[in-house]
Nanobody, 124 residues
Framework: VQLQASGGGLEQAGGSLRLSCAASGRTFTNYDMGWFRQAPGKEREFVAVLTRSGTTAYYADSVKGRFTISRDNAKNTVYLQMNSLKPEDTAVYYC??????????????????WGQGTLVTVSS
């Protein structure tokens, strides 16, 4: 599956952005979809995941209550709504697809396909 992330940009602290990730090539509902981010000089970290059914979502503690992951299976797209942005949210955000059926994961190595990343910059 090919993934194309978009929606990043420059936003002030307290603002909102919505990221999108469009999938093509394979059956979208075969994948749990995750969002990860990587800040300069840091390792890529888990942000959120939504199971293939779209019924269960999990979040990193750092974004819980501020970010919401959703998916539109008819459009083969997963979204990340980011509210109350903080400067520490600044990072390149990646969407990823996990085709295994062993349960949702927050580990990068469990994901089979990755998008190219979209940069989010939050100014203070």
């Amino acid at each position: 599956v090919q993934l194309q992330a978009s929606g990043g940009g420059l936003e002030q602290a307290g603002g909102s952005l919505r990221l999108s990730c469009a999938a093509s090539g394979r059956t979208f509902t075969n994948y749990d979809m995750g969002w990860f981010r990587q800040a300069p000089g840091k390792e890529r970290e888990f942000v959120a995941v939504l199971t293939r059914s779209g019924t269960t979502a999990y979040y990193a503690d750092s974004v819980k209550g501020r970010f919401t992951i959703s998916r539109d299976n008819a459009k083969n797209t997963v979204y990340l709504q980011m509210n109350s942005l903080k400067p520490e949210d600044t990072a390149v955000y990646y969407c990823a697809a996990d085709q295994s059926r062993s349960g949702w994961s927050k580990k990068t190595y469990d994901y089979d396909y990755w998008g190219q990343g979209t940069l989010v910059t939050v100014s203070s």
